[in-house]
């Protein structure tokens, strides 16, 4: 693992495991045979070369894999629940070689929303534990983190944490790279933040606990769903609010102003700003309407200030990351896993891991010491 100190006074925690296979690729086919090449025949070939190239990139996906939601049953913190869609997201149905980056919630992460909506996310329980010596890692986390990030590892998956940072905002920032890069985007996640960032190009894909699966959601999906274009999906969410994430609405202000007059105004006018920016200036809707969006603009700026995923992070994208995913590991280490989960007296839930040692890997080592542990390399 490295530690990255950055200006922006927050460290980028990054384990890459993609194996780098560096083989040097002859750029030209030999010194003899260009000399048969007529020159009106070389920029053509060096065209198809460069679509071929593009081609490939515009087929590929790159999954990240929002880990911190995944790790929850309902409200109950539970190692079995990711082991059990970490399992199903591996298979070939789901990512196939493609490459994965799994993101963790940062310490501290919330805190800059915080400041700005005190209950933002207030009545959730707290994946990262404050406090503990140190500045992070000693707390609750950090014992989920010694297990999964092992198992990661021998999946050839690379982790990425960035202090002070929530999860989405890395995945939006590392999404923007990703795609001028040529390629494809698929976030693996429940949250429903992400749906701010689909397009033709970025898809989610979620985890279906009814159906046992994971299921794509696709910019269609979401026409389909709210009768709207994906790009309107922050607009429309800071005026209707997040209950989940403790955002209110403007309906419980205005309790006549919900979803339907929502839609309308966000189609006509294109965004939650431009809205705003009319209403300032004359009639954009029925009075209720009109005199909420004048009354309130300050409340629903401050909205889109908390909704709104960062997507200028500094935190950078490793060309290793974009190679494909190395699957022979895959087996073993998840079956090592579900092993130790089902050798274990309890299930490994957030209270009973409270009183074991923080370094996960070690209490593996002592807890079954004639068994395989979690991780084993496979030759």
């Known amino acids: 693992m490295k530690t990255l100190s950055s200006s922006n006074t927050f460290n980028f925690i990054h384990q890459s495991f993609i194996p780098c296979n560096c083989n040097p690729s002859s750029s030209s086919s030999s010194s003899s045979s260009s000399s048969l090449v007529s020159f009106k025949k070389t920029p053509k070939t060096t065209s198809l070369q460069k679509l071929n190239t593009e081609s490939k990139q515009q087929s590929k996906r790159v999954f990240f894999l929002d880990v911190n939601p995944l790790c929850y049953e309902g409200t109950n913190p539970s190692l079995h629940y990711f082991a059990k869609w970490l399992k199903l997201f591996l298979s070939h149905q789901v990512t196939q070689s493609h490459p994965v980056i799994a993101v963790f919630d940062g310490e501290r992460g919330s805190e800059y929303r915080r400041n700005l909506l005190p209950s933002y996310k207030a009545n959730r329980r707290k994946f990262v534990a ?37 999860a989405d905002d890395v995945v939006a920032t590392l999404a923007e790279q990703v795609l001028k890069k040529g390629f494809r985007v698929v976030i693996a996640s429940p949250d429903k933040d992400f749906k701010q960032l689909i397009s033709d190009n970025v898809q989610i894909v979620m985890p279906k606990p009814e159906l046992q699966r994971w299921s794509f959601y696709t910019a269609k999906h979401y026409r389909d769903q709210y009768n709207c274009d994906p790009q309107s999906d922050l607009s429309l969410r800071c005026i209707i609010g997040d209950e989940v994430d403790g955002v209110p609405g403007i309906q419980h202000l205005v309790p006549s102003f919900g979803w339907k007059t929502a839609l309308k105004l966000i189609q006509k006018h294109g965004s939650l700003e431009a809205l705003l920016n009319a209403a300032a200036v004359r009639t954009v809707g029925r009075p209720y309407a009109q005199d909420a969006l004048t009354k309130y603009a300050d409340y629903l700026r401050r909205n889109y200030e908390v909704l709104a995923l960062k997507r200028d992070l500094n935190v950078q994208l490793l060309e290793e990351w974009l190679v494909d995913r190395n699957t022979h590991n895959d087996t073993v280490a998840l079956s090592n896993l579900f092993k130790y989960l089902e050798e274990s007296k309890e299930p490994i839930t957030m209270r009973n891991f409270v009183n074991r040692p923080a370094n996960t890997s070690a209490y593996v080592r002592k807890k079954h010491r004639n068994q395989i542990s979690v991780g084993t390399d496979v030759m």
């Open 130 to 166: 404050r406090g503990g010596g140190g500045g992070g890692g000693s707390g609750h986390v950090g014992r989920f983190y010694g297990v999964i990030s092992d198992v990661l590892q021998k999946c050839n998956v690379p982790v990425i944490k960035v202090d002070g940072h929530e």
